[in-house]
């Protein structure tokens, strides 16, 4: 596990989506327009912007069959169509309401630029996705994880494993998304009070702590692995590709699949497992919900109160199992 088989540093983020479908000239005027508004103004994601932007394509192609050849004609019965259409294809719950999510964000858009005299976006339902408990691992099962890491990165040496080692406790101790850690620059770590400052969904701040494991692994990438990578690309980065690079998404992600593939009897697990696994043994441990939410940084507690389900599922599991009249 000295290091990621395929590591590499992170590429810079194309400035234009898929292209656009064949659709009347002021449609795809728009399209562009809504694109543009996502990434630059409202800051979306590169996954989000992209899969916003096919949505709308698809809702536009089929306003566009219906024989309306310019927004005006983009209407509630349009909308609701368009996800019958979706519906009958066989799509899923949960693909039908991101897509209905972005068909609001296109028409509430289009109407405050004034493409659309009113919104008809306000009216659409969707169907509620089936929410399905994350997989998380045991309590044990992370001890192990994090410490057969820490011990191969502490007798190779390598900086590669020492990197992963502090990859992997802090993802654990601070359970912030992927997208969050590689995002992390080293100004971002304050090691005397051992917090992070992370810049989250919607260009959200918070302040996230971690614990004495992630400071010793933290301290062996910084001081002993760290300099040994960094190059004239790397920035203030806190993690750094083999190349010395910015860290990149998908290299946690197959570092943390290898991590769990060496612990006997894990699920197999990405760094979003280890999220939800930090969430689920904070509140395990007594954590109050509200402080869960706000480490996270979940803009709601109804997202929060998911952990509190795999929680109470696990107690049942446990109960089951060991009451005698279960």
């Not at 899969?51 to 004609?73: F, I, K, N, P, Q």
């Not at 068909?103 to 089936?130: N, Y």
Request: charged share 25%; glycine share 8%.
């Amino acid at each position: 596990m000295t290091g990621v088989a395929g590591d590499r540093d992170a590429a810079a983020p194309p400035t234009v989506a898929s292209a656009a479908p064949q659709l009347p000239v002021a449609m795809a005027a728009a399209l562009t327009d809504f694109e543009h508004h996502l990434r630059s103004e409202c800051d979306r994601s590169r996954h989000t912007v992209r899969a916003y932007t096919r949505d709308v394509a698809s809702l536009l192609e089929h306003t566009a069959r219906m024989g309306r050849v310019d927004l005006s004609g983009l209407d509630l019965a349009v909308l609701r169509s368009w996800l019958a259409r979706q519906q009958t294809s066989g799509r899923a719950r949960t693909t039908l309401a991101r897509r209905a999510t972005a068909a609001r964000v296109f028409t509430s858009w289009a109407h405050r630029s004034e493409r659309i005299p009113t919104d008809p976006g306000l009216l659409l339902g969707s169907p509620r996705p089936h929410r399905v408990l994350p997989g998380v691992l045991g309590q044990d099962e992370a001890r192990l994880l994090l410490s057969a890491v820490g011990a191969w990165a502490e007798d190779s040496g390598d900086p590669l494993a020492l990197r992963n080692a502090a990859v992997l406790e802090l993802l654990y101790a601070t359970g912030v998304r992927v997208g969050e850690l590689v995002g992390l620059d080293v100004d971002d770590v304050d090691r005397r009070r051992r917090v992070v400052r992370v810049l989250g969904k919607g260009r959200r701040e918070r302040s996230v702590p971690y614990g004495v494991p992630a400071e010793a692994a933290l301290d062996g990438w910084l001081t002993r692995a760290r300099p040994l990578l960094t190059s004239a690309q790397s920035g203030p980065a806190l993690f750094l590709g083999a190349r010395g690079g910015r860290l990149d998404q998908r290299s946690v992600r197959r570092l943390v699949h290898e991590g769990m593939a060496a612990v006997p009897g894990a699920p197999n697990l990405g760094p979003h497992g280890l999220r939800h696994s930090a969430a689920t043994h904070l509140l395990e441990g007594g954590a109050d919900l509200r402080s869960v939410q706000e480490l996270l940084g979940h803009a709601s507690p109804a997202t929060t109160q998911l952990y509190t389900h795999v929680s109470v599922e696990r107690l049942r599991r446990s109960y089951s199992q060991a009451h005698p009249r279960a």
